[in-house]
């Protein structure tokens, strides 16, 4: 949810696990293609890995946010931007949603933080890991080890401050859409 940008919920859960499959497939067949040099497993990285990605996340947004269901694709996307930029909600029609969102923004954030020693192990194993390719190793499947270790430094030192604004924005528009509840309901007619 955290790294879910907000017009992926523009679409149906289709829609979501392809915008978000294709993309991690690709990446991931490119690590597979630079180390090894093999289109197939290349191809294959990229079908399993995205196909798995994109269902999974798919699977995992509809039951983070139930209440995208019951809003147009244009509305999901307009609360989705609103929280991840921190803005006010006046509409009271779109307060639950945002509200829900909110929270599983929040949840989200709990579930990466229990995870994150998992993320600190893995890091230092890839750290072991490129050392000894470094050694051991082609100049190739040493570079993609490093390249590795760097994507485990992002995760580690930056994302998890990205994540904390991400989430202090969001609770101000959880408050504002919390105040739009509370506001007597005005008829147009």
């Known amino acids: 949810m955290l790294l879910v940008p907000a017009w992926a919920w ?19 067949a ?4 630079a180390e090894s040099g093999v289109w197939l497993g290349a191809l294959v990285a990229f079908v399993v ?4 990605n994109g269902i999974m996340m798919a699977r995992r ?18 609360v989705s931007f609103a929280a991840r930029r921190g803005h006010r909600i006046d509409d009271a029609r779109l307060a639950p949603a ?43 499947v040493a570079a993609v080890s490093w390249v590795v270790v760097v994507f485990f430094a992002v995760e580690i030192f930056w994302w998890p401050r990205v994540q904390d604004r991400l989430l202090a ?21």
Do not use: H
Not at 30 to 33: G, I, P, R, T, Y
Not at 100 to 122: C, D, F, K, S
């Open 169 to 189: 924005k969001a609770e101000d528009t959880g408050e504002s859409a919390c105040q739009a509840l509370k506001r007597p309901q005005v008829d147009d007619a």
């Open 98 to 140: 945002a509200v829900e969102y909110v929270a599983a923004l929040r949840n989200a954030r709990v579930q990466a933080r229990r995870w994150q020693w998992l993320v600190w192990l893995g890091g230092a194993a890839m750290l072991v890991l490129a050392v000894i390719d470094s050694l051991f190793a082609t100049p190739r």
């Open 49 to 52: 890995l995205g196909i798995f």
């Open 10 to 28: 523009r679409g149906g859960p289709v829609y979501r696990a392809v915008c978000l499959g294709v993309p991690v497939g690709i990446f991931l």
């Open 61 to 78: 947004m509809a039951k983070a946010w139930p209440a995208a269901v019951d809003l147009s694709p244009d509305e999901r996307v307009a």
């Open 30 to 33: 490119a690590l597979v293609f």
